[in-house]
């Protein structure tokens, strides 16, 4: 092996290895929003429509109808249409077998199997489906289990 072809190896290796590599959500599905101003958190709560103690598998954002949602990690589009209770989804598979879903949207625009990086516009917020107000519904999921996205979102928001 030439020396060229010896720290393109390491690069490709670190890559890999590095949070940074693009393949793990790092960033708000908002911008200018911080894990700060999360208004519904992980857990169990009261569900604002239904009125019964439910878990909530995701994290809010109170934004207008509209606003502009980000992929918050390069990968690939799964879902991205009405599910019921949800209104309009979009998911989108990384690698490391994270997953991250974004409900109630007004309207996608990605179609499934589209590669989208991270920071790409994939959608747009609403109120679609089982929701009581304009927010904006993120979840992330490893390896099949819903984990609590505040631990994936900065704690100051980028502009
Ligand atoms: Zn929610």
């Known amino acids: 092996m030439n020396t060229s072809a010896r720290v393109l190896l390491a ?34 709560r009261v569900h604002p429509v239904l009125n019964i103690v439910k878990r909530h598998d995701g994290v809010d954002f109170d934004v207008p109808s509209g606003t502009p949602v980000r992929s918050t990690a390069a990968g690939k589009v799964v879902l991205a249409g009405p599910v019921e209770g949800y209104g309009l989804e979009v998911v989108v598979a990384h690698g490391r077998g994270f997953r991250t879903l974004y409900a109630h949207l007004s309207s996608v625009a990605v179609a499934p199997g589209a590669i989208v990086k991270k920071g790409e516009v994939i959608a747009y917020s609403g109120r679609s489906g089982l929701a009581s107000t304009e927010h904006l519904h993120y979840e992330v999921a490893l390896n099949g289990k819903n984990v609590d996205p505040a631990l994936y979102i900065p704690r100051s928001a980028d502009r």
Request: with cysteine; proline share 9%; hydrophobic share 40%.
């Open 11 to 44: 690069a490709s290796l670190l890559l890999a290895l590095s949070p940074c590599s693009g393949q793990t959500p790092s960033i708000s599905p908002i911008r200018g929003k911080s894990s700060a101003d999360i208004t519904a958190g992980f857990g169990a």
